[in-house]
């Protein structure tokens, strides 16, 4: 569904929730998908090992790293599936979340050279992501249009059909990713408001100048 509707890429969440998905169910699905769509795990403090796992059972492209214990696990990652492993170069997004420190976690995210993005979202007391909420576009501006980042920046977070052309405009991101903004009930998609936000996220890039890529 979401790439009929012409998304980029699409997430399957390994993470504790109501949208968690087993390496079987992937397994089943990504065979079938285009071979152009990037397929993406999101894995919540998982380990290296499950992370490889997955990645190899589930034919991913790219994995997203929340709150992860180990510090060297995106260039551990980059390691075991760099170019020499005869597979496409895996794509590797740091999560981040948006607050007083955003310019602290992202001169860290920059220094580590096997991070090739930073996903930036809300969060909640009890939720690292899938919150539904927006964060502060206005005040996260500046950082996501900074020039001096080598990193591309991912918008998230309480993003839907009605105001991704928002987030758009003021972020100017290299990518949004949606969840919660598509569904009828935590962890179910409507297909209506994934081919609406996928619609208007590209008619807000053309006007913006920009080729930005859509995750559901």
Known sequence: ?????????????FAEGVRRVTRAQVRAITPHLPSSLEKYGVFVDA??????AAIEECGLTGVQLHASNDPALPRKLRGRFSAASGRERLGIFNVIHFGG???TQLHEAQSDAAVDAVLVDSRTATLLGGTGRRFDWQ???????GSTWHLRMVAAGGLNPENVGEAIDTLRPWGVDVATGVETSP???????????????RIAAHKAKLETAVEV
């Open 1 to 13: 569904m979401a790439a009929a509707a012409g998304a980029d890429a699409v997430g399957f969440v």
């Open 47 to 52: 380990s290296f090992d499950e992370i490889v």
């Open 101 to 103: 420190d955003l310019e």
């Open 139 to 145: 005040a996260a501006k500046s950082s996501f249009r």
């Open 187 to 201: 962890g179910k998609k409507d297909p209506e408001k994934i081919r609406a936000f996928v619609f208007n996220a």
